[in-house]
C-alpha cells in the first residue's frame, strides 16, 4: 500500500521545479493544513489536497472553521470558491477513479494518479487545471519575513526531532529558569 509520504515525494519530485517554486508539504495554512503548497516565482500559490479515500473526500467539504476575528464559522470551500482564500488555486490529487470529476467542484483542479505496487511507479495524470481563484500574490497576504522565520523554526524542530530518535537528547528546561526566581 502507497504511503501518503511516499505519494508525496512522487509528485513533488516529478511536477515542481525546486530551483523556481518553494514547495512545502503538510503546511498549516491559516486553520487548515496543505498537504502540498507550491508558491511560484511571481507569489502565485497552488494547494493541492490529497484524498486517498471517498470518505476522506466528502470530509474535506464538511470542514468548517471560525474567523477569529469576527467569530463567523463558513466551510472551508465556501472561502475557497468565492476567492476568500489565502491561495491562488486549489487542487485535489486523488486515485484514479476514485471519484467521478463532476461532484468535484468547477474551481478545483484535479490530479490523479495511478500506483503500479509491482514496480512502485507511481504516475499522474491532470485531469482538469484549478481555477484560478484571485489575482493576488501570496507574499501580499502573508508576511514574507514571518514566512521564512516560521519555516526555519519548522526544519530546526524536524531536525531535532529526527535527531531524537536516533540519540538521546537532554534539553534544559526552559521554565526551571522562571522558577528559581
Request: proline share 3%.
Amino acid at each position: 500500500m502507497l504511503k501518503i509520504e511516499e505519494l508525496v515525494h512522487a509528485y513533488i519530485h516529478t511536477h515542481c521545479d525546486f530551483e523556481k517554486e518553494l514547495v512545502l508539504t503538510n503546511y498549516f495554512q491559516a486553520d487548515w493544513e496543505a498537504d502540498i503548497l507550491i508558491i511560484d516565482a511571481e507569489g502565485m500559490s497552488h494547494e493541492i489536497e490529497i484524498k486517498l479515500s471517498k470518505s476522506d473526500f466528502k470530509n474535506d467539504f464538511k470542514k468548517s472553521y471560525v474567523n477569529k476575528d469576527s467569530g463567523e464559522k463558513f466551510l472551508k470551500h465556501d472561502k475557497v470558491s468565492c476567492g476568500d482564500y489565502v491561495c491562488n488555486a486549489f487542487s485535489f490529487l486523488l486515485p484514479m477513479g476514485m471519484v467521478d470529476s463532476d461532484t468535484i467542484p468547477e474551481h478545483c483542479g484535479i490530479i490523479e494518479f495511478y500506483h503500479n505496487a509491482d514496480t512502485w511507479d507511481t504516475e499522474f495524470y491532470l485531469i482538469r487545471p484549478p481555477k484560478r481563484l484571485h489575482e493576488d500574490s501570496y507574499w501580499k497576504l502573508n508576511d514574507k519575513d514571518l514566512f521564512i522565520r516560521k519555516m526555519a523554526l519548522n526544519l530546526l524542530q524536524r531536525k531535532m526531532e529526527i535527531k531524537g530518535k536516533h540519540e538521546e537528547l537532554i534539553f534544559k528546561n526552559p521554565f526551571d529558569l522562571k522558577n528559581k526566581k
